[in-house]
């Protein structure tokens, strides 16, 4: 997955060489304070070039324009609650379209999302917070990076606060730790200075090789002095490599879960990482919902990247599911697209996010998509013979 990219800023901006900072993110101007701010719910640096608008095309129209009644589709009153519960505007986003929520990958992603045996949970986390930045920034430098009349397509003026629908918009938190609402572009760039600045922290991502600590193996356990047991008459010699089961004394620090653990600290995490963590991938999820919302068909789709979109965010909330850092709940915005993907067993059936969706409402949207497209197939054949 981290590869799917190799090539996106070869083909749009010209590539561009790292800077040598391990994260993708800017690191100028120091880090913002944490942008843990409100959200608000009325429902309950390379050059880019500009795309030029594109007319219409007649697939464009195929995002359920027509409303659930086009064709005439009825749907039961039951269902069409649950599609009205997430207030969806008419026409509806394209993305919601199944033609439209499609992946250039096939396969079951928990093979992407399931942390390794033998590797420490600190260390998966730290991980796949650096690969999923990785991911969302080649999306972002799309919209976010200026053309060469320093006009960027995610402005003040196309997108002036961060919002992901009318019904969901974020603010940022000031030196007061006041949330302020800002523009999308000034959000995001806030967004990247700070994600930057705490990968970039070796207080909070420690890169020292030392530190490195693997989860203990009851099946196949370190050949290490550490496991065997001291004192006795058959205590082993130092050429006398006997394995000895699991003991306090040579349990991980995993196991020995008390007041003063936590999820990494056998890595050398510190205690507020995986709080960290949990912010960070908050923060990534609000850009992906704001790029779906409002720059799926400008620019993603006519650049033919919305499958790359698909793969990648749906991987990312998998991904967030499964390591708690996102909760279920906070997937709001994005809800209609995750019950779609579970209805087409694009997210695998034992995943936690697979649990949470609503696949009455995803068969709705399936359905609606399906008459839509036939509705419009109709109306393209009675124009032939006109």
């Known amino acids: ?3 799917i990219f190799s ?6 901006r010209g590539g561009g060489k790292s800077n040598g900072t391990k994260s993708p993110g800017p690191n100028g101007g120091g880090s913002p304070i944490s942008p843990t701010g409100a959200v608000s719910n009325s429902s309950s640096t390379n050059l880019a070039p500009r795309v030029p608008q594109i007319p219409n095309s007649p697939s464009l129209s195929q995002s359920l324009s027509l409303g659930d009644s086009a064709g005439g589709i009825t749907g039961s009153p039951a269902v069409d609650d649950i599609l009205a519960h997430y207030n969806l505007p008419q026409p509806k986003p394209l993305w919601l379209n199944e033609d439209f929520a499609q992946h ?11 942390r390794p045996k033998t590797v420490e949970k600190g260390e998966w986390i730290a991980h796949q917070v650096v690969e999923h930045y990785r991911n969302l920034w080649n999306f972002v430098k799309v919209i976010h990076d200026p053309d060469q009349n320093g006009v960027s397509i995610c402005n003040p003026k196309t997108c002036p606060k961060m919002s992901a629908s009318v019904h969901h918009s974020f603010t940022w938190l000031n030196k007061q730790k006041q949330p302020v609402e800002v523009a ?14 705490k990968i970039d922290d070796p207080a ?11 989860a203990n193996s009851t099946t196949v356990p370190a050949p290490s002095s550490a496991n065997y047991p001291p004192g006795g008459l058959n205590t082993p010699g130092s050429e006398t490599p006997i394995l000895a089961g699991p003991t306090k004394l040579n349990a991980s620090l995993a196991q ?8 990494g600290k056998s ?6 990482f995986f709080d960290v963590c949990q912010t960070i991938f908050r923060q990534m999820f609000r850009v992906y919902a704001h790029l779906y919302w409002n720059h799926f068909v400008e620019p993603f789709y006519h650049l033919n990247l919305e499958r790359s979109l698909n793969s990648c965010f749906s991987h990312f909330a998998l991904s967030a599911v499964e390591l708690d850092m996102l909760k279920p709940g906070e997937l709001e915005p994005m809800q209609p697209l995750i019950d779609l993907w579970a209805a087409n067993d694009i997210l695998p059936r034992m995943s936690k996010i697979y649990a949470h969706a609503n696949l009455k409402a995803g068969e709705r949207l399936k359905k609606l998509a399906e008459e ?5 197939k109709s109306q393209a054949e009675q124009q032939q013979y006109q």
């Open 1 to 3: 997955m981290a590869n």
């Open 7 to 12: 090539g996106i800023s070869g083909r749009f």
């Open 104 to 114: 250039i990958v096939r396969g079951n992603f928990m093979t992407l999302s399931a």
């Open 184 to 197: 999308a572009h000034e959000y995001i760039a806030l967004m990247q200075r700070w994600i930057s600045g």
């Open 204 to 214: 909070i991502f420690p890169t020292d090789p030392q530190g490195v600590s693997f």
């Open 256 to 263: 020995l879960a008390g007041p003063g653990d936590w999820i």
């Open 267 to 272: 890595s050398g995490f510190p205690p507020e």
């Open 372 to 376: 839509h497209n036939a509705f419009l």
